[in-house]
């Protein structure tokens, strides 16, 4: 029997996880308790934002971020062309028109020059700025906000991808990439595949305090309780909402995997720093970006190769599956019909033809990893 074939991306679940969940499971509050409350205050203090509000994914956590910062019908949305879909379903879920525009050459949120020629024309249709840090690399999150701040666009941050990297604040100290520093709202994830996992899960983060109230309202129906002292059991719902509810289980094991996260990304540094030493030699390898006041989380270790796909073919037939991360948003049908694509996004189809997500995870074995880096050094030794 052949071994089976080993993801880019799995999880690391341990008995402090197992016994987490289980104490719930003692219990008869499985939704909606304390294990929710702990959680979100741990998320917080580990993102260094005022408030963290839990929801069922990160798809969710979009969707209910750009409401509450009142995206609505008609408004248009910008978002770089290489992201997850979500990112753009969620615009159109509000009702509004998602942007797609160019990314810079590393394949991280926007080209800067792109966007600012397209605020400038378009600043009146815009309703929301929308950035993504794939893989948990740096971006250029200042210059975007400054770019925002002039015209007063809000700014979302999908940082799905990166909880867990900090960068260097202009005061010198490390802080998280998600402390809502430079933007209304950030988002992370906690998909299987993630940092951190609860099976599936996000949430929401921000220090605007009424931007909070109004998540938490939207992922529970929108419901309101009258607080009537003659009708304890009335409630009130001013706006529909959505049941984007977070459970007790999932919450439980969050708080375990946020307690092994400085753990888990250490591991996760000392994997791509072999892969960066093993491939810096080769100048037909671009890494990913690396920049000296910048932690990057390390969700994703993309590089850049030519003939990609027999790269990926021979990965695949010594047992290794790499991804690619991801299609840009252009090339779906959805976001054909209904997106707009002001100019040609060069940078980002270029970086789609080369990159190539290589196995990393905490619980990677090291001869896993140079079984890898043998099989892409063989690649190159032959191109």
Known sequence: MSSPLINYSLPSITERERDKVNEVLKTTSITQGAFLKDFEHQLAGYCGVDYAIAVSSGSAALH?????????????????????????????????????????????????????????????????????????????????????????????????????????????????????????????????????????????????????????????????????PDEPWRYDIIEPGYNYRITEKQCAMGIAQLERLPDLQERRNRLANRYLEAFSPHQQIKLPLVQADHQNSWHLFVIRIPERKKLYDKLLQAGYKAQVHYV?????????????????????????????????????????QEAIIWVVEQHIAGL
Request: aromatic share 8%.
């Open 64 to 228: 209910l971020a750009y409401k509450a910062a009142g995206l609505k019908d008609g408004g248009e949305a910008t978002l770089p062309a290489i992201t997850f879909a979500s990112a753009a379903a969620g615009v159109m879920h509000c009702g509004g028109t998602p942007v797609i525009l160019d990314t810079n050459p590393d394949g991280c949120s926007y080209s800067i020059d792109q966007l600012a020629d397209h605020l400038e024309q378009s600043y009146n249709q815009t309703a929301l700025l929308v950035t993504a840090s794939i893989g948990g690399y740096p971006f250029n999150r200042k210059r975007i906000y400054e770019l925002a701040a002039e015209r007063d666009i809000p700014v979302i941050a999908d940082l799905s991808h990166a909880l867990g990297a900090f960068y260097k604040t202009e005061q010198g100290r490390m802080s998280p990439v998600t402390d809502c520093r430079y933007e209304l709202a950030s988002v992370v994830s906690f998909q299987a595949l993630k940092n951190i996992t609860t099976g599936e899960g996000g949430a929401v983060l921000t220090n605007d305090k009424a931007l909070a109230q109004n998540v938490r309202l939207l992922c529970n129906h929108g419901i309101e309780s009258a607080c009537d």
């Open 328 to 368: 840009p948003l252009h090339y779906l049908s959805f976001l054909r019909r209904a997106g707009r694509v002001p100019q040609t996004p060069e940078a980002s189809e270029i970086y789609y033809r080369e990159c190539l997500s290589l196995p990393l995870f905490p619980e990677m074995r090291d001869e896993d």
